[in-house]
């Protein structure tokens, strides 16, 4: 356990001696475990992470390789060597890698191959901090340490006394370019490894100084050594580089990369890092993440919540990737991983908007509303570079998930102020989205011309998770109806999206009072068995997607019966057992296992699709069920450790979660100003606003036994509301819980304190 001692003030609380209360947060930065999330394996993913050496949304992250070249789990906890040291673009091991390179030291004899090269080490002799990485590789004898920029990094490797002390290259295979220039202290190369979505012309050029000179310099490619030729083009290419070394002699390599040249590269280089050493590169990395992981600053939690909360702000800033660069005229470009063309403006990258649509980007709009505007002018970028609005990009368009929730994201960004961007370039995009299937069935919207015609995509016409696929559908055209009312569009194009927000009703099954797939012909689909994975639903079950009516939870609510009948159908969800039908599949997905080991019932908190259900409580005048469930899930499905997460934590969705619901409330319906109330973790947090603002959350006595809203006050005035709005939050000042053992249920039970809903209170 840390000392806590040594990174900020505590006092024992009453829960016993290892249970300590931290009053005051210094460096939010070394409180996060990098490592969280990182026990993972295609069976069961405990996060699906890997401990990313970078910057917040940095252009390139660096991580230590444990498994082989081109292993979409790159980093296993489990793992006794590694092979390397990368540069990595990752956003998820089911999406894997582009643009990547390794370096590794060795000593005694040249050993190039992966496997040869790849070192023994242990976790005890590991630090995995944001802004910091150091491991001891017990084979050559050597201790590596890294610490990142944006776009460079510095490497620094600690040898014994030897003349075989060597660096190894990596620059990987299907394509890359190495070359040695020892006059300069220098190795430049290129690599092509991808697994998708780029142009033919891609390339990420990487530029490598060292500090010392070479005494061997090789190129390698394959299994074989090529000396005496400093240079190579081959499927697989990379150098060894080889001096004397002292006992404790530290061997430094600075090194950048670019999508758009190796000048660039050497640019961004210098810009970065120029002459700085190794230790001032770290404080830099240090302070910028103590500076934004500082924004939200908690007291009053256990070490261990702390901890958990900075290690999930830490993952929710990772994505999407600032996949633009700065060039010698100080503009803003990037290389398109749509046309291949180097284009003014930004990008951003590496996200699936199916999964952070949800809480990722509207923590961004209400923290970080110039890093939104930069988001919507990369989006508008890459409509105008690809024709489509991008769903999931890595870099460019990939097919993987559902949904056409780029909609959401711009409404969102759009509605809550977030301004400095061509709003009505994509509006259009949206407005193609909703008429045209895409290039692929990620983009666009597949199935459109049934639900444009029908209301809803069928079951019966081959197009797979088709129920999933109205339901988004129609919450994004709820988003699109609020965002034509902004813009002043005609009144026949408001309504036809205010009408098709209305489209999930086509989908309700009044018999079992769930969604389920309907056939064209307008029966619904059958069989029906609403524990089935897949098939009608996305990695989920009629009991997780039922629920996707983010924009109309009181037209669900009397669809099944009122407001009392939906209460009981939310509590049913934890109270079935965790029963799945895997037909569909032909295997037990790791979605399903987790959720069958968390032992919540029917409530799959490490899928994406169920997250905001717990909140729904709030409409239908029982918010204690809120209270009690969100701590349940904080309490027993996260913690700061390898195995810290309950499920894939794709690209930030399921930390920001966690993020949000610490502060107290959750945005679950973006495209309106509301955050849904919950319960506040810690019994204080500071929420300081982009211009400077302060909002504090105030919850006096709050413990894991009061955990129950007795009463709130906002700026000193009694507030009785389940929500508050994203001005009010704007505005900064005091939000008061009152905390208590036992529920209140008188408070929240008003239906004029219900969160918005398109349709008028359901009855009771």
């Not at 296993?76 to 590794?104: E, L, V």
């Not at 404790?248 to 600075?254: L, N």
């Amino acid at each position: 356990m840390k000392k806590v001692g040594l990174l900020a003030a505590a006092l024992l609380s009453l829960h016993g001696a290892f249970a300590q209360t931290v009053l005051k947060v210094a460096e939010p930065a070394e409180w996060v475990n990098t490592l969280m999330g990182t026990d993972s394996k295609v069976s069961l993913s405990n996060g699906n992470t890997y401990p990313a050496i970078a910057l917040p949304w940095g252009m390139n992250f660096w991580m230590p390789q444990t498994n082989t070249m081109g292993n979409g789990w790159a980093y296993q906890y489990t793992a006794d060597k590694i092979r390397g040291f990368k540069q990595t673009h990752q956003p998820s091991p089911w999406i894997n890698d582009y643009g990547q390179f390794a370096i590794m030291p060795v000593t005694g004899t040249v050993k190039f191959d992966q496997n040869a090269r790849a070192s023994w080490f242990s976790h005890k002799s590991e630090v995995a901090k944001p802004y910091y990485y150091s491991v001891y590789l017990a084979d050559p004898d050597v201790t590596t340490e890294i610490t990142p920029t944006e776009r460079a990094a510095q490497l620094r490797f600690t040898y014994p006394a030897t003349d075989s002390a060597y660096i190894v290259v990596d620059a990987f295979d299907h394509g890359s370019y190495i070359k040695i220039l020892p006059e300069q202290k220098k190795i430049i190369g290129y690599t092509t490894k991808n697994s998708g979505g780029v142009p033919s012309n891609f390339k990420n050029y990487f530029v490598i100084t060292f500090d010392k000179p070479f005494t061997v310099a090789n190129i390698w490619h394959d299994s074989v050594l090529v000396k005496g030729q400093l240079e190579l083009q081959a499927d697989h290419t990379g150098a060894v580089v080889g001096f004397k070394t002292t006992k404790g002699e530290k061997v430094g390599i600075k090194t950048a990369s670019s999508f758009i040249s190796f000048e660039q590269a050497e640019l961004n280089l210098q810009r970065e890092i120029g002459n700085e050493n190794f230790d001032a590169t770290c404080k830099k990395a240090k302070d910028i993440w103590n500076k934004e992981l500082g924004r939200l600053s908690v007291e009053g939690g256990s070490s261990e919540q702390v901890s958990t909360f900075y290690s999930s702000l830490y993952r929710t800033m990772l994505f999407p990737r600032k996949f633009y660069e700065i060039n010698a005229k100080n503009e803003i470009v990037h290389y398109s991983p749509f046309n291949g063309q180097v284009l003014p403006g930004y990008m951003f990258t590496d996200n699936g908007f199916w999964d952070t649509f949800r809480a990722v980007h509207p923590f961004f709009t209400l923290m970080y509303p110039t890093l939104s505007a930069h988001i919507m002018e990369g989006l508008s970028n890459a409509y105008n570079e690809s024709g489509w609005l991008p769903e999931w990009a890595s870099p460019g368009h990939r097919d993987c998930m559902i949904g056409s929730n780029s909609a959401s994201l711009i409404a969102d960004a759009y509605l809550k102020g977030i301004r400095g961007y061509d709003i009505n370039n994509l509006y259009k995009a949206i407005l193609k989205n909703t008429e045209n299937e895409g290039p692929m069935s990620s983009v666009g919207r597949l199935g459109v011309k049934y639900y444009n015609k029908l209301g809803y995509v069928p079951y019966d016409v081959n197009i797979n998770e088709n129920a999933a696929r109205t339901l988004e559908y129609a919450y994004d055209d709820f988003t699109i109806f609020q965002l034509a009312k902004a813009l002043n569009r005609p009144k026949s194009e408001i309504a036809l999206f205010e009408k098709r927000s209305q489209n999930y009703r086509n989908l309700f099954d009044p018999e079992t009072k769930l969604m389920r797939g309907k056939n064209k012909d307008g029966k619904f689909q059958a069989p029906f068995n609403p524990f089935k994975w897949g098939d009608a639903f996305t990695e989920g079950n009629s009991w997780h997607y039922t629920w996707s009516v983010f924009h109309d939870v009181q037209g669900l609510a009397k669809l099944m019966g009122g407001q009392q009948m939906f209460a009981n159908m939310l509590d049913s969800v934890f109270n079935m057992p965790p029963i799945f039908d895997e037909s569909y599949y032909g295997t037990v997905i790791h979605e399903i296992r987790e959720m069958q080991i968390m032992n919540m019932g029917q409530y799959a908190h490490g899928n994406q699709p169920i997250q905001h259900m717990i909140y729904l409580y709030n409409y239908a005048g029982q918010p204690w069920k809120t209270q009690y469930w969100v701590r349940q899930v904080m309490s027993r499905l996260y913690k700061a450790t390898p195995d810290g997460y309950c499920g894939d934590e794709d690209n930030g969705q399921t930390s920001a979660w966690y993020v949000f619901s610490a502060m107290g409330f959750y945005p679950v319906c973006p495209g309106t100003q509301q955050y849904v109330l919950g319960t506040p973790l810690f019994s204080k947090l500071t929420m300081t606003l982009e211009d400077g603002k302060q909002m504090v959350i105030n919850a006096p006595g709050n413990s894991d036994t009061n955990l129950y809203v007795q009463s709130a006050s906002l700026n000193g005035q009694p507030y009785s509301k389940n929500w508050i709005s994203h001005q009010d939050l704007q505005k900064g000042g005091t939000l008061e819980f009152k905390m208590g053992a036992t529920p209140e249920k008188s408070r929240g039970a008003n239906t004029a304190d219900y969160p918005y809903s398109y349709s008028p209170t359901a009855n009771k």
